[in-house]
């Protein structure tokens, strides 16, 4: 079993940033693929970032490619997710995922355990 908690959140202007990190529990997570979903009101919950726990090669969503960089720390149990030219679509609460030896996936169903989320709001 491994807990989530993220942390980072915030409000901030369109073209600013923002890092979110996610810190696990458990002596194992090295052996867990990480990844970054949103959810805006009255929307599906979404891929947006994610590394895998072999390589930490990485996956992204099309709309954050290039903006958003997602990095894990394995000895301090957290994954990060540095969001750059942030705009107004991206305002949603984030949530961090982890899936045991899983690969960088883009589906919810892959991962077995969820934080309670962060929200980010991005204003005009």
């Known amino acids: 079993q491994v807990q989530l908690a993220e942390s980072g959140g915030g409000l901030v202007q369109t073209g600013g940033s923002l890092r979110l990190s996610c810190a696990a529990s458990g002596r194992t997570f090295s052996r867990y693929a990480m990844g970054w979903f949103r959810q805006a009101p009255g929307k599906e919950r979404e891929f947006v970032a994610a590394?895998?726990?072999?390589?930490?090669?990485?996956s992204y969503a099309d709309s954050v490619k290039g903006r958003f960089t997602i990095s894990r720390d394995n000895a301090r149990n957290t994954v990060n997710l540095q969001m750059n030219s942030l705009k107004v679509e991206d305002t949603a609460v984030y949530y961090c995922?982890?899936?045991?030896?899983?690969?960088?996936?883009?589906?919810?169903?892959?991962?077995?355990?969820w934080g309670q989320g962060t929200q980010v709001t991005v204003s005009s």
């Open positions: 590394i895998n726990w072999r390589d930490s090669s990485t």
């Open positions: 995922a982890a899936a045991p030896f899983g690969s960088a996936s883009h589906y919810t169903d892959d991962y077995d355990y």
